[in-house]
């Protein structure tokens, strides 16, 4: 019987090892997305539809780091924008950093008969 036993346990093993192999990272053989070029200045954040305090405090480390961000946004996008330009010149920022300056313009969206105007503005906080 203990041979019995022994066999079974060899079997089980075996299929044990492959599941715990498979766990293992394997090796990445496609680029990381991070490794696009980026083409537009790191002073600029875009706003979408992310948490707003996820933007304020990114917008709050880039202040740190740089002096001036521009905070820009597109369609309904745009009350976020300023929330998140409020909540760092009046909550995070204790009165050091200020709004210097606000841009409004319409963009033009779209192909042929696809074309509409949407509303973008660019929010300039600085210190």
Known sequence: MPRKSNDRESTPSATVEKPAQM???????????????????????????????????????????????????RGLAISRAVDVAQIVTKRLGNGAFAIKDVRIDTEVVGEGEETRNVSSIEIIVGK
């Not at 490794?35 to 200045?41: A, F, Y």
């Not at 600029?44 to 961000?69: N, R």
């Open 23 to 73: 766990t293992e990272q394997p090796m990445r053989t496609t680029p990381a997305v991070g490794n696009q070029e980026r083409r537009s200045p790191p002073n600029h954040i875009y706003i979408g539809k992310k948490p707003v305090m996820g933007y304020a405090m990114s917008a709050l480390i880039q202040l740190t780091q740089m002096g001036e961000i521009i905070i820009k946004a």
